[in-house]
């Protein structure tokens, strides 16, 4: 029951994240694009790359922060997981997580911040608007708030959630809901290598 | 009950935006005490240290990591309750993929004392017990069954704490009524 009230809720927010509404930062739909993957960012290491620079990797991918204010959600730690769950044929994806909050998440901040999870996850981060470009592409919605109690780097971000599977071409796959479980992402993963 | 939990998730849909996302956050309930799944925990030197060691205490069972912020800021708190409340055991187990030395980093980091260093062995404690967000603190009994647990950060050594916490030590049913105030977000820097 405490299980079930905290997936529910998990899920409702979620769903909050992803409806339309809320001032998104993009007014396109889904209909009216297709989901073409691009990106131009800087990775964790400083340099430029581009959704051909993991070419014949399969990705896991995902949008988010890492500066939570009042709770952190734990996709990562699942991705993380879900990697170790992949045993060998985890050499054949790559973890990424790009952020929606470069004014905060320097390619710095994002390098300590992926090898907490695992030291294969790629962290990308780049100009506003290169990151405004690349959720764009991704049909990934978010939303800067006001900062809170008058500092202005202590707010918050709200993000679509949820991970996209992206082939060896970087080309979509498939969006995997977040509150999957690590061996079901592992099973997506080994289904989308073969 | 299905019912009443999608009612209220419709409900949550329908709020504000801001109000929504902390709806999640607070003290929940179980409507019936629920045995906590084995985890595979170990010690700072590595060793087992399963929760089935502690049956026949209370334990509030914080789950934290190095990359939540919040997480790092309330263990203080924490550790000040270990060291003042003898009849409740708080376990603060780390989530962190780099296990022992990044729990220890951030106990030598915020002065931690009291607290036991407590990893999740195998990566799994967050998927066992529906850790979707961090912090999360569950309110054991002393059979080893989740009674409640509070999603967010609390001020857990504050004079308004004590009626929930001694309601789990006398066993005694929990109410929303006894939810700890939620920590202040702060401006606290990474490491």
Same mark, same amino acid.
């Given at each position: 029951m405490v299980r079930k009230s905290v997936?529910?809720?998990?899920?409702?927010?979620?769903?909050?994240?992803?409806?339309?509404?809320?001032?998104?930062?993009?007014?396109?739909?889904?209909?009216?694009?297709?989901?073409?993957?691009?990106?131009?960012?800087?990775?964790?290491?400083?340099?430029?790359?581009?959704?051909?620079?993991?070419?014949?990797?399969?990705?896991?991918?995902t949008f988010g922060y890492t500066f939570c204010p009042d709770i952190c959600p734990t996709t990562l730690a699942v991705m993380a997981a879900a990697m170790q769950a992949l045993g060998p044929d985890a050499a054949?994806?790559?973890p990424i997580f790009v952020t929606v909050d470069p004014k905060r998440d320097t390619p710095q901040r994002l390098k300590a911040y992926v090898a907490a999870f695992d030291s294969r996850f790629v962290g990308l981060s780049g100009a506003p608007d290169a990151v405004d470009q690349a959720a764009h592409n991704f049909h990934a919605r978010y939303h800067v708030n006001p900062p809170e109690a008058g500092d202005p780097d202590l707010y918050t971000v709200d993000h679509s959630a949820g991970i996209y599977?992206?082939?060896?071409?970087?080309?979509?796959?498939?969006?995997?809901?977040?509150?999957?479980?690590?061996?079901d992402i592992a099973q997506r993963v080994r289904a989308a290598l073969r | 009950m299905k019912r009443r939990a999608l009612l209220l998730a419709s409900a949550l849909l329908l709020m504000p935006h801001r109000a929504r996302a902390?709806?999640?956050?607070?003290?929940?309930? *179980? $409507?019936?005490?629920v045995p906590v799944p084995a985890i595979d925990i170990n010690d700072g030197d /590595?060793? #087992? +240290?399963?929760?089935?060691?502690?049956?026949?205490?209370?334990?509030?069972?914080?789950?934290?990591?190095?990359?939540?912020?919040?997480?790092?800021?309330?263990?203080?708190?924490?550790?000040?309750?270990? *060291? $003042?409340?003898?009849?409740?055991?708080?376990?603060?187990?780390?989530?962190?993929?780099? /296990?022992? #030395? +990044?729990?220890?980093?951030?106990?030598?980091?915020?002065?931690?004392?009291?607290?036991?260093?407590?990893?999740?062995a195998k990566l799994r404690a967050g998927e066992a017990l529906a850790a979707s967000m961090l912090p999360i603190t569950l309110l054991i009994d002393a059979e080893g069954r989740e009674v409640a647990r509070f999603v967010g950060a609390a001020d857990w050594d504050s004079p308004a704490v004590r009626p929930l916490l001694d309601a789990l030590e006398a066993g005694h049913p929990i109410t929303t009524a006894m939810a700890p105030p939620q920590a202040k977000p702060h401006g606290a820097q990474p490491p």
């Amino acid at each position: 029951m405490v299980r079930k009230s905290v997936l529910l809720g998990a899920l409702a927010a979620a769903l909050v994240l992803t409806a339309p509404g809320g001032a998104p930062a993009h007014a396109e739909t889904a209909a009216e694009t297709t989901l073409t993957g691009r990106f131009k960012l800087i990775d964790q290491d400083g340099r430029a790359v581009t959704e051909a620079s993991y070419a014949g990797h399969l990705r896991l991918m995902t949008f988010g922060y890492t500066f939570c204010p009042d709770i952190c959600p734990t996709t990562l730690a699942v991705m993380a997981a879900a990697m170790q769950a992949l045993g060998p044929d985890a050499a054949r994806v790559i973890p990424i997580f790009v952020t929606v909050d470069p004014k905060r998440d320097t390619p710095q901040r994002l390098k300590a911040y992926v090898a907490a999870f695992d030291s294969r996850f790629v962290g990308l981060s780049g100009a506003p608007d290169a990151v405004d470009q690349a959720a764009h592409n991704f049909h990934a919605r978010y939303h800067v708030n006001p900062p809170e109690a008058g500092d202005p780097d202590l707010y918050t971000v709200d993000h679509s959630a949820g991970i996209y599977i992206m082939d060896g071409d970087g080309r979509f796959l498939a969006k995997l809901p977040h509150q999957l479980d690590a061996d079901d992402i592992a099973q997506r993963v080994r289904a989308a290598l073969r | 009950m299905k019912r009443r939990a999608l009612l209220l998730a419709s409900a949550l849909l329908l709020m504000p935006h801001r109000a929504r996302a902390k709806m999640v956050t607070g003290l929940i309930v *179980a $409507a019936a005490p629920v045995p906590v799944p084995a985890i595979d925990i170990n010690d700072g030197d /590595g060793n #087992p +240290a399963g929760l089935g060691q502690l049956r026949g205490r209370p334990v509030l069972l914080n789950l934290w990591a190095s990359w939540c912020l919040p997480c790092v800021a309330e263990l203080p708190a924490l550790d000040r309750l270990m *060291a $003042a409340d003898h009849r409740i055991t708080v376990v603060a187990l780390s989530l962190d993929n780099t /296990g022992i #030395p +990044a729990a220890k980093a951030a106990y030598a980091r915020m002065g931690i004392a009291h607290l036991g260093v407590r990893v999740d062995a195998k990566l799994r404690a967050g998927e066992a017990l529906a850790a979707s967000m961090l912090p999360i603190t569950l309110l054991i009994d002393a059979e080893g069954r989740e009674v409640a647990r509070f999603v967010g950060a609390a001020d857990w050594d504050s004079p308004a704490v004590r009626p929930l916490l001694d309601a789990l030590e006398a066993g005694h049913p929990i109410t929303t009524a006894m939810a700890p105030p939620q920590a202040k977000p702060h401006g606290a820097q990474p490491p």
